[in-house]
């Protein structure tokens, strides 16, 4: 049997009510157990406002609605933080704070909130043992529940492109999970191995209204493309945002190692799209470098990646995270990424309803937002 990928095409006016339909056409109703609770995990890649890089508050808002619609009461939001994002900011600033009081539903941290236990796969680790010395440490919270991915659709500079897959890196691995960079790929699989072990149910619903080109998940370039994508196969719906992004899926290491090892397939003549017609949709995405990256693939990946030990596992990781933390949102942002903010924010029609979402989420909170004081 080929595994199913629900795409369709939206617009702003009907966004909600469309992710209704993706997520009935992607089988959400069947992929989950109702009896379980289910946890939301959103996406920040960036705690600043930037189209593609995000969950969105539409795509948000529409998987709670759907959720609701089909039964799945029991909601919760379970956020994480990084070593460059602050998840606090993020929820204000991205708009979250809208949809998750609109709707009443709570958040858990997974570096506060959370107790982390011991866990031991059943599967033979490509990656995980080695890194973490064969302990291995999962958020306990996550046992027994259901997960609803909430990634976005763009390109990024270790791994080509990032989606459902990479979403669990943040959720599962504490924050040290920069110790699995070199191994990033492989780490991918094993999270995905470790999910269908833990977890009750799977469910990816990806936001492509905008996606990103570029050095991602962060320093992109927007391109509008009124496009969501929804599936119980994390392998499939990564592989098919792939190909819509101009890449051939199976030459991504983490998809194609995934495919062999059986968790889903990223083969698209394995994978039956349903939904709206979007063969007339021709990109043909970079991802290219950054500052960040370049230095990232240096010691990740280059010459001196026999001395990781010493820059990463040692206080000397922080040199690399305030410099990251300078780049991105003191040079970058400031510069270049602010101005393509606010020319979505004002050019697009997907801009304009962020900014609905913005007037709403002032009136719930009664906080103003910050970023409009800059249009």
Known sequence: MKSKVAVIRTK?????EDIQRLCELGGLGESLDKSSQTILKD???WHLPFPGANTTPWQLEGTVVALRNMGFENLVAVENNTVVTNPFKGEKLLL???VYKKYGIPILYNFRDIKWVHYEPKFKTHA?????????FLPEFFFGKNIVHLPTMKTHIYTTTTGAMKNAFGGLLNTKRHYTHTWIHETLVDLLHIQKEIHTGLFAIMDGTTSGEGPGPRTMIPHV?????????????????AKLMGFDPMSIKYIALATEDGLGTGRPDEIEIV???VSDLK??????DNLASMVGDTLWFGPLKWAQWLFFRTPVVYIFVFGSFIYHDYIWYPLVGRKRFLSWLKETDWGKLMIK???????????????????
Not at 12 to 16: D, F, G, L, N, S
Not at 128 to 136: Q, S, W
Not at 283 to 288: A, D, E, F, Q, T
Not at 366 to 373: A, P, R, S
Request: glycine share 6%.
């Open 12 to 16: 702003p006016e009907t966004v909600i």
């Open 43 to 45: 996406n920040i890649s």
């Open 96 to 98: 979250f704070d809208v």
């Open 128 to 136: 995980l043992h080695k890194v973490y010395d064969g302990n291995i």
């Open 225 to 241: 493309t009124n496009l969501m994508l929804a599936s119980s196969d994390m392998v499939a719906i990564d592989a098919v945002a």
């Open 275 to 277: 939904g709206d017609d």
């Open 283 to 288: 990109l043909n995405y970079k991802v290219g």
């Open 357 to 375: 979402y913005a007037e709403k989420q002032e009136k719930i909170t009664g906080e103003k937002v910050q970023w409009t004081k800059y249009l």
